[in-house]
């Protein structure tokens, strides 16, 4: 009989446990999407990177972009298609100045928002370079949360005669007058001086 109700609450156990793994809210699907575009790599010697943003949805559904306070660009969008927004030419849609290159700043003109009214969209970004490429999937408002850790490399050069390449971190809020507490465990340094602390760890 012990080992009865060993099982019957080991089978409890999972169900509370399976159900709560079915109850969270999906994060790969949302309506509001709000994010940035972390540099990629130095741009001084004229490499400029080539953004693009992916957008799809299950629905027939219009997809609204805005950069910074630029005009919204509307994007008509058939379920289970994709509308690719480049800064390639011709269209040029992505601003090339679109990207964080300062450390320590607010930027209001960087963030990029895209929305849907009817519709859950699904959103990608790649940047592109001829040395570098990287890309992140778009986590929507509805999957944010309010504490985060940051796991990321050392800098991998930190001499402005031989290149910058720091560590970063971006944060974007959609709220205003979010107030955001940063404890790093490693020295935030200056903007453009590798050697000079802005803000020490802890």
């Known amino acids: 009989?012990?080992?009865?109700?060993?099982?019957?609450?080991?089978?409890?156990?999972?169900?509370?446990?399976?159900?709560?793994?079915?109850?969270?809210?999906?994060?790969?699907?949302?309506?509001?999407?709000?994010?940035?575009?972390?540099?990629?790599?130095?741009?001084?010697?004229?490499?400029?990177?080539?953004?693009?943003?992916?957008?799809?949805?299950?629905?027939?559904?219009?997809?609204?972009i805005q950069f910074g306070d630029n005009p919204v660009i509307e994007k008509p969008l058939t379920a289970y298609s994709t509308a690719t927004i480049t800064s390639l030419a011709p269209s040029n849609e992505i601003p090339s100045n679109i990207e964080l290159q300062t450390s320590d700043t607010i930027h209001r003109d960087k963030t990029i928002h895209i929305w849907s009214n009817d519709a859950d969209l699904s959103v990608s970004f790649f940047s592109r370079q001829a040395g570098s490429a990287e890309g992140m999937y778009c986590i929507p408002v509805t999957g944010w949360g309010k504490e985060y850790i940051v796991a990321s490399y050392n800098s991998l050069i930190a001499d402005i005669k031989f290149g910058d390449f720091p560590s970063q971190f971006?944060?974007?809020?959609?709220?205003?007058?979010?107030?955001?507490?940063?404890?790093?465990?490693?020295?935030?340094?200056?903007?453009?001086?590798?050697?000079?602390?802005?803000?020490?760890?802890g």
Request: net charge positive.
């Open 1 to 64: 009989m012990r080992h009865f109700y060993r099982i019957v609450l080991l089978l409890v156990t999972l169900s509370l446990a399976v159900g709560s793994v079915i109850a969270q809210p999906k994060t790969d699907l949302g309506r509001d999407f709000w994010f940035c575009i972390p540099i990629n790599a130095d741009t001084s010697g004229g490499n400029f990177n080539t953004f693009y943003i992916y957008i799809t949805s299950t629905a027939n559904t219009t997809a609204s």
């Open 170 to 201: 971006a944060i974007v809020a959609k709220y205003n007058n979010t107030l955001v507490y940063i404890v790093p465990t490693a020295d935030i340094r200056k903007q453009g001086a590798p050697s000079e602390v802005s803000h020490p760890k």
